[in-house]
């Protein structure tokens, strides 16, 4: 699967990396961190432009992202609402879901991108928590901005070793990821704990 992938971006480029990435926000098994750092590397071999190039990833993200969103706002809470009491999912749920996405969960947008996995239900999550589309573009298209722009950087600056090094690295931006969401998660509960006494 990974060699086709790659196989497709050689061979149709730019058209290739916004049609995967955009897939692959949408949740379908694509390897985004290899299809990014492999675009830098075609970048650093002097294949592809590196405007374009970023362009593209970049347009691939924010609209799979939007299309995710835009599903879970449309269909998720018809559906939730529909058979949810089958899953024990109450009302009270949703409204506790969508607090949380006003106070710190746009947060889990921008930051999901580099969590595999949590990146494919984040915008699902916040569109079915009715996040308005505003704040939503906001954090969401300025995580694609920097995940994006992370991923390319670091296979343009491993040059021939992307392949080598990126299973390391991509360790280090979990173990980044996580702890900048229980750092958020405890400034938020800090914030409210003040905000009560006050």
């Known amino acids: 699967m990974e060699q086709s992938i790659l196989a497709w971006i050689v061979q149709y480029g730019y058209l290739a990396i916004f ?3 955009a897939l692959g926000i949408v949740g379908l098994p694509i390897p985004d961190e290899t299809l990014l750092t492999f675009t830098g590397f075609l970048i650093f ?20 992202i939007t ?24 009302e009270k749920h949703l409204q506790k879901a969508h607090a949380f996405f006003e106070s710190a969960g746009h947060w889990s947008l921008t930051f999901g991108y580099f969590v595999p996995g949590v990146r494919h239900f984040t915008a699902y999550a916040a569109g079915m928590s009715e996040l308005e589309p505003p704040k939503f573009a906001l ?3 300025g995580g694609a901005a920097i995940w ?17 090094v990126l299973a390391n690295i991509h360790s280090w931006f979990l173990g ?16 409210q704990k003040y905000a009560r006494k006050s």
């Open 19 to 21: 049609v995967l990435l």
């Open 45 to 64: 071999k002097g294949h592809l432009n590196p405007w374009m190039a970023y362009a593209a990833a970049l347009a691939g993200s924010m609209s799979g």
């Open 67 to 90: 299309i995710s969103y835009t599903l879970g706002r449309r269909f998720g809470l018809p559906l939730i609402h529909r058979y949810g009491r089958y899953l024990r999912i109450r």
């Open 139 to 141: 954090f969401a298209y």
């Open 148 to 164: 994006a722009a992370t991923f390319i950087t670091v296979g343009y600056w491993l040059g021939e070793r992307w392949h080598d």
């Open 176 to 191: 980044a990821s996580v702890t900048a969401a229980v750092v958020i998660a405890a400034y938020v509960i800090w914030h």
